[in-house]
């Protein structure tokens, strides 16, 4: 299967520019011709694909913003109908649907990123892969993986999410290797395994979880208290997936878990300053924006993805030297200002992951009277509630250098409510309840 990798993954820096810069001045070609939105936006900036003669000179071109996407969503379509294949939406929307097409072009190429990402984290045709994720309402993500295995070779089991009982069961019946869930999922089949009398490190054949939906890694890149606790509980090793509908693909780490790797040849990765738009150096920390090289559907050019990250691009020990993105620190909308100190909820995340005593958790930020922001934690507890609170407490100042505001005892049943009171497909742990300024 080694040849499912890329030869642009070990290509040197300068033949990555070289490579991207040609892409990218066919991919303008294909928007100035095609999208309504972007041939109207770089006019009115005094653009034409024409005066992006190098890397740099991209830095002309303005962002788009989410809100355009949704705004001016059929406007983004750069494809007949009759080319169309897939239609899937942002995920996270409320109202109308920020619809996503894909040609076949652009699905085939999909199926193939997602091959390359599962051959560099070692799944092979030994492995039997349980999909415990979405397949439907508009969210491919089950979809895709699905054709990739199966072109690898791999065994596939899509169960799908929920039923956490019947997977238990499904995973011990055909010697389950590998799974993809969120990470909450394998505490529930835990629990699940428990109740059957089976010990997770012991009764199955797991060997590798891939997780989406919540980091399992610090800023520097170390294994966060989540992470720890999976492998601690089922005796596996754990892979961080990050990936967005906008994006139409997804990243995974190696077997060398350095970051995630990208994909040069399909996506130009940038990192800016959220207040000024300036790009930032690899290393920095900084706004995530985007821009396909290869689409044919819903291409989008310098995409403010809105998520704070930072981008490496020393070569991987696994001997590939594509860029790889690091560990989310939060959203650019997310910051919250507690007396001076900047704070992002993943840090805050962290912080509880760290405590071995905290069950789920809500964290929400609040504007008090005097119009400060402040954070409000609910959570459930596993030991003595004071003794829980004051190592929270000692825990969130140490990662997020502030103090939480309120802490407070909430019911499973009750964090289950909130977390998908929104009809989210995953749990949304962070509410945003400020005031907005006007």
Same mark, same amino acid.
């Given at each position: ?35 309504? *939105? ?7 900036? /005094? ?6 003669? @190098? ?38 929307? @409320?109202?109308?649907? $920020? ?29 039997? *892969? ?23 070779? $791999? ?6 999410? /929920? ?50 939906? #919540? ?75 985007? %821009? ?5 559907? %819903? ?46 909820? #993943? ?37 003595? #509630?004071?003794?829980? *609170? ?21 019911? #499973? ?16 742990? *962070? ?8």
């Amino acid at each position: 299967m080694a040849n499912i990798l890329s030869e642009f993954e070990t290509m040197g820096r300068e033949a990555i520019a070289a490579m991207q810069l040609q892409r990218l001045k066919r991919q303008l070609d294909h928007v100035w011709a095609n999208s309504p *939105f972007y041939r109207r936006k770089l006019g009115e900036a /005094g653009l034409c694909p024409a005066d992006i003669a @190098t890397l740099d000179d991209f830095e002309r071109v303005p962002f788009t913003t989410k809100s355009e996407l949704r705004d001016y969503n059929d406007e983004f379509f750069t494809a007949e109908n009759k080319r169309i294949v897939d239609i899937g939406a942002s995920a996270g929307t @409320t109202g109308r649907h $920020v619809l996503l097409r894909a040609s076949n072009q652009d699905w085939e190429d999909l199926i193939r990123l997602k091959m390359r990402y599962l051959v560099g984290a070692g799944i092979d045709d030994e492995d039997v *892969f349980q999909i415990a994720a979405a397949f439907g309402q508009l969210f491919s993500l089950g979809t895709p993986i699905d054709d990739a295995l199966k072109r690898l070779g $791999v065994t596939v089991v899509r169960t799908g999410p /929920g039923n956490a009982r019947g997977q238990v069961e499904i995973m011990r019946r055909v010697g389950t290797t590998v799974i993809l869930c969120t990470p909450d999922f394998m505490f529930l089949l835990a629990e699940e395994a428990r109740k059957l009398g089976l010990d997770p490190r012991l009764d199955f054949n797991l060997r590798v979880g891939i997780f989406f939906g #919540q980091s399992l890694h610090t800023q520097d890149w170390r294994p966060n208290g989540l992470n720890r606790r999976i492998q601690a509980l089922w005796g596996i090793d754990t892979f961080s997936m990050y990936g967005t509908m906008e994006m139409l693909t997804a990243f995974v780490e190696c077997r060398h878990h350095t970051g995630h790797h990208v994909y040069p040849d399909r996506l130009l990765l940038e990192v800016i300053d959220p207040e000024t738009g300036a790009r930032l150096p690899p290393g920095e920390t900084g706004e995530l924006v985007f %821009t396909h090289l290869i689409r044919e559907a %819903t291409p989008l050019v310098r995409f403010r993805q809105g998520d704070v990250t930072r981008i490496e691009i020393e070569p991987c020990a696994c001997g590939r030297t594509t860029p790889r993105m690091m560990a989310v620190l939060g959203r650019v909308d997310q910051m919250i200002k507690i007396k001076g100190t900047s704070v992002y909820p #993943q840090q805050v995340e962290e912080a509880l992951q760290e405590v071995a005593a905290v069950g789920a958790y809500v964290i929400e930020a609040f504007t008090d009277k005097r119009g400060m922001d402040r954070i409000r934690i609910m959570l459930t507890t596993e030991g003595p #509630q004071d003794t829980v *609170f004051r190592e929270v407490r000692t825990a969130v100042k140490a990662k997020a250098r502030i103090m939480p505001d309120l802490i407070e005892p909430i019911t #499973q049943e009750e964090v289950t409510r909130i977390w998908f009171s929104r009809g989210t497909r995953k749990p949304k742990r *962070f509410w945003d309840k400020r005031k907005k300024a006007g």
